[in-house]
């Protein structure tokens, strides 16, 4: 489906980023994986796509930092010879309720999760606009539409992607060059590892399918937007959360 493509996944060593990284795999594109400290499991990664027949290599990448995602975004380039789909996945967390909330905590979310968004996607405009073609998804969370107590950082951060997103779409759709956003709900991961019992119990019962979501549901929706299936779909946001917001 994807075969020839070079996909650049950030945060693509865990959990719904190791999850695209391997669907984009398996359906026949190359995959650069940006990680931020867990080298182990991003190698571990690569190895699982290279298994499948597709190239597959990992940088170590800050996208909060401006300077280092160019640099890295550029090694991608002259290793692939040209990225086709970019998916910002990379993004922290830092819960609390806003009077327990330390500015640091509400910057540091908003670096990650939003601003390195922008940056590589303003890293990749360039050569997208120069190959007239590209496709960007951004994994953004329902939290960005309903907001959520404790997760104002993060809430904010999710839905300013869905903005950027939009405008995006807008700037680049001349060029043949699409941008969507997936918004999940509850997936289980390392971070929703982290509820105990009564918190988990609490949101499963919030969700209509009464299950939580898998990684693999938001792949599978990242491989469709990645694919010709999808190239008329831009400035959209695709919610991936068993009902939990209708």
Same mark, same amino acid.
């Given at each position: 489906?994807?075969?020839?493509?070079?996909?650049?996944?950030?945060?693509?060593?865990?959990?719904?980023?190791?999850?695209?990284?391997?669907?984009?795999?398996?359906?026949?594109?190359?995959?650069?994986?940006?990680?931020?400290?867990?080298?182990?499991?991003?190698?571990?990664?690569?190895?699982?796509?290279?298994?499948?027949?597709?190239?597959?290599?990992?940088?170590?990448?800050?996208?909060?930092?401006?300077?280092?995602?160019?640099?890295?975004?550029?090694?991608?380039?002259?290793?692939?010879?040209?990225?086709?789909?970019?998916?910002?996945?990379?993004?922290?967390?830092?819960?609390?309720?806003?009077?327990?909330?330390?500015?640091?905590?509400?910057?540091?979310?908003?670096?990650?999760?939003?601003?390195?968004?922008?940056?590589?996607?303003?890293?990749?405009?360039?050569?997208?606009?120069?190959? =007239? @073609? #590209?496709? &960007?998804?951004?994994?953004? *969370? %329902?939290?960005?539409?309903?907001?959520?107590? !404790?997760?104002?950082?993060? $809430?904010?951060? =999710? @839905? #300013?992607? &869905?903005?950027?997103?939009? *405008? %995006?779409?807008?700037?680049?759709?001349?060029? !043949?060059?699409?941008?969507? $956003?997936?918004?999940?709900?509850?997936?289980?991961?390392?971070?929703?590892?982290?509820?105990?019992?009564?918190?988990?119990?609490?949101?499963?019962?919030?969700?209509?399918?009464?299950?939580?979501?898998?990684?693999?549901?938001?792949?599978?929706?990242?491989?469709?937007?990645?694919?010709?299936?999808?190239?008329?779909?831009?400035?959209?946001?695709?919610?991936?959360?068993?009902?939990?917001?209708?």
């Amino acid at each position: 489906m994807l075969k020839g493509k070079t996909a650049l996944i950030t945060g693509g060593s865990r959990g719904i980023g190791k999850a695209i990284a391997l669907a984009m795999g398996e359906s026949a594109a190359n995959v650069a994986i940006l990680y931020a400290g867990n080298e182990a499991a991003a190698r571990e990664t690569c190895e699982q796509i290279r298994t499948m027949g597709a190239q597959a290599e990992c940088w170590q990448c800050d996208v909060s930092d401006f300077d280092v995602s160019a640099k890295v975004t550029k090694e991608v380039i002259a290793r692939f010879g040209r990225v086709d789909i970019l998916v910002n996945n990379a993004g922290i967390t830092r819960d609390n309720l806003i009077m327990a909330m330390k500015k640091e905590d509400f910057e540091a979310v908003i670096d990650t999760n939003l601003q390195g968004t922008f940056h590589m996607i303003k890293h990749l405009y360039g050569p997208f606009v120069k190959q =007239k @073609a #590209g496709t &960007i998804i951004n994994i953004s *969370s %329902v939290s960005g539409m309903m907001g959520n107590a !404790g997760q104002a950082n993060y $809430a904010a951060a =999710k @839905a #300013g992607m &869905i903005g950027l997103t939009k *405008s %995006v779409a807008k700037e680049l759709a001349s060029r !043949g060059i699409t941008c969507n $956003a997936i918004a999940p709900g509850f997936i289980a991961t390392d971070m929703t590892d982290n509820m105990n019992d009564a918190s988990r119990d609490a949101a499963v019962a919030m969700i209509p399918l009464k299950r939580m979501g898998r990684p693999e549901d938001i792949a599978k929706t990242a491989v469709f937007l990645a694919s010709d299936s999808a190239s008329y779909i831009t400035g959209e946001v695709v919610k991936v959360d068993g009902g939990l917001y209708i």
